[in-house]
């Protein structure tokens, strides 16, 4: 997977979170960029080279919360 798939990925799941799922728009921010961080992880693919993307993954480890409402173990 290509970054600008990734980006589209981040995009998508991030507008899914807020309009679907009700969380305001810097929620679904945070927790779309964990779910394309952990895709990219799992799968090899490139990371989305935005600088809001790379601000807020550089500090992941794998256990942050995937779900808003789960806590960090």
């Given at each position: 997977m290509e970054s600008e798939n990734a980006t589209e990925y981040l995009l998508e799941r991030a507008a899914i979170m807020e309009f679907d799922g009700g969380l305001k728009?810097?929620?679904a921010e945070y927790f779309a960029i964990v779910a394309?961080?952990?895709?990219?992880?799992?799968?090899?693919?490139?990371e989305p080279e935005s600088l809001n993307y790379?601000?807020?993954?550089?500090?992941?480890?794998?256990?942050?919360?995937?779900?808003p409402g789960e806590r960090k173990e």
């Open positions: 728009r810097y929620e394309t961080w952990r895709f990219c992880y799992r799968t090899g693919a490139r790379k601000y807020h993954s550089r500090g992941f480890t794998g256990d942050e919360p995937r779900e």
